[in-house]
């Protein structure tokens, strides 16, 4: 199933999934269909498992700027895939799984390929949580809620994001925990064998409870690329949810080219990773423990 969703999102008929493209929509489409036939809840608009939102108009400048060298195609909207898997006792907590949908399109060729498949970023993390909504949609119902949110957008600013947060399928008040997955598709030579790290590690005490429950899960061991501010759980950090990003990405040259494709990801790596964190995240929508911030870490509200 891995193989087959990653074989779907990173293929070059999907043109990169640009941000807020039919090619994004597509993407958005298949994983609603999934969830779909998962019989999970719809948590998008109207009892559909898809949340749709209007770009500002004109988009920021920087934004403009950014996709001048992409694409020349309308960018008028974006979309999310969100669905619920309603807990028992524990109902109106809520475990959030997330990663992004899009990537950057069509773009500047190099060496005479001009499609950003984006393999590793993030069709990784959208097939990660996809694999986890199979897995725990199969499982004993867990005590606590738990939201699959897949992203439109991100590489653009975090629109989707956005959306979800100004629209949330559940309070979020109720989230106790945001779980990003972010380019898992191949291993980080920077960590041991079969590891996965988490940015903000220190923040809260979210990563080493999860490793103490079988995660194979260290602290990011890139701290100045500032990953913990670089996607979509920040904005949630913002508004004071425990959210981090779970990642392998070892800083490799194909980040944001059109060498991120299908051939580099490791998928024995990718299974290992999806597979290590089952029973950590049934544990944590099992559990009534909550994360916390660590003093003084929980980042400042955006202005
Ligand atoms: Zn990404």
């Known amino acids: 199933m891995v193989r087959a969703d990653m074989g779907f999102l990173a293929d070059d008929e999907m043109h990169g999934r640009g941000s807020a493209t039919r090619d994004e929509h597509i993407a958005a489409l298949f994983a609603a269909s999934q969830f779909q036939a998962l019989g999970l809840e719809p948590g998008g608009d109207n009892g559909t ?20 060298h992409f694409e020349n195609t309308p960018r008028k909207e974006t979309w999310n895939a969100i669905a619920i898997l309603r807990g028992t006792s524990e109902a109106n907590e809520t475990v959030l799984l997330t990663a992004h949908l899009d990537h950057l399109g ?17 069709a990784s993390g959208t097939t990660a949580v996809l694999a986890l909504a199979h897995i725990l949609a199969a499982g004993k119902r867990p005590a606590r809620t738990i939201v699959f949110a897949l992203f439109g957008s991100e590489e653009i600013g975090g629109f989707g994001n956005r959306a979800f947060l ?9 989230i106790i925990a945001n779980l990003e997955f972010e380019m898992i598709g191949r291993p980080d030579p920077a960590v041991p064998e079969d ?23 260290v602290a990011d061991p890139h701290p100045a690329q500032h990953f913990f501010r670089r996607s979509d759980n920040y904005a949630l950090a913002q508004q004071g949810i425990i959210a ?13 080219q059109p060498s ?9 790596h990718m299974d290992r990773a999806i597979a290590s964190m089952v029973e950590p995240i049934q544990w944590l929508a099992g559990t009534n423990w909550k994360p916390a911030w660590e003093p003084r870490q929980q980042p400042a509200p955006e202005k």
């Open 244 to 256: 981090q990003t779970v990642s392998s990405f070892g800083l490799h040259k194909d980040y944001h």
């Open 49 to 68: 498992f898809i949340q749709k939102t209007a770009l500002p108009n004109p988009l920021p400048e920087r934004v403009q700027q950014h996709l001048s």
């Open 260 to 268: 991120d494709e299908l051939s580099k990801i490791d998928f024995n």
């Open 166 to 174: 100004a629209h949330p399928p559940v309070p979020l008040k109720s």
């Open 195 to 217: 590891t996965l790290w988490l940015t903000g590690y220190k923040r809260t005490n979210l990563g080493p409870e999860l490793a103490r429950h079988g995660a194979h899960l």
């Open 106 to 122: 069509i773009g500047p060729a190099a060496n005479g390929d001009n499609i950003y498949n984006g393999a590793d970023d993030d």
